[in-house]
Each structure stands twice: as structure tokens, then as C-alpha cells.
């Protein structure tokens, strides 16, 4: 079984990150992985945090020979523990041509 690992380039601006190995549920039987991470805020010249603590959790939706679906819901707390914001996102990847694929990325941002 293939498991295709969506990045960003976020590692560049993150302090200890923990990153769970995919594991399957018991119940859905669907695979999933967890990540922890401090993410520094670039531009943040203003009073606001220079931080946040963000949790990240990754499911394998669908996995065929054709195409790969990956749900991420990313949640943020500033540095006093205060929950701030969500942000989901599902990316689809499929073959465009035997040797290039397509991408499709929803995002939903919700604050708080």
C-alpha cells in the first residue's frame, strides 16, 4: 500500500516537531496520523503572539490505483493555551498522465 505524505514547508519554521507513524483504527479500519509543532509567526511585529502551538491530524479518506484523498485538520493555540483557529483541508490527488499527477486542495478556516 502506497502512502503518499502531504508536506508543507512549514518545517523550516517550526520548533519540536513530533509526528505520530500512520496508524489504522480499530472501529473505520481508516489510517490516520498526528503531529505537534510550535510554528513561529513571520511579521509579527505588532503586540500579538510571536507563536502558536498548532496539532495537526491527517486521515487517509480513500486510497485506489487511481486516486488518493487525505483529510488534515490543523488546530492553533496561542502561547497562553487559548484555542484561536481551525483549519481543514482535503487534497485529492490523482494521475493526470502516466507520469504527472493532479492536485486539488479545499481549505476551510474558521476562527475563534
Avoid at 490505483?65 to 490543523?74: E, G, H, L, P, R
Amino acid at each position: 500500500m502506497a502512502v503518499i505524505l502531504i508536506a508543507s514547508n512549514i518545517t523550516e519554521q517550526c520548533i519540536g516537531r513530533r509526528d505520530s507513524n500512520w496508524t489504522r483504527e480499530e472501529e473505520t479500519h481508516v489510517l490516520e496520523r498526528t503531529s505537534s509543532y510550535v510554528q513561529l509567526l513571520s511579521g509579527s511585529e505588532s503586540d500579538g503572539p510571536k507563536a502558536v502551538m498548532c496539532h495537526t491530524r491527517d486521515v487517509l479518506l480513500h486510497e485506489t490505483a487511481d486516486y488518493i484523498v487525505v483529510a488534515t485538520s490543523k488546530r492553533m493555540f496561542d502561547t497562553s493555551g487559548n484555542f484561536t483557529m481551525t483549519i481543514s483541508m482535503k487534497t485529492c490527488i490523482t494521475w493526470a498522465s502516466p507520469t504527472s499527477a493532479s492536485v486539488l486542495v479545499t481549505m476551510r478556516q474558521k476562527h475563534f
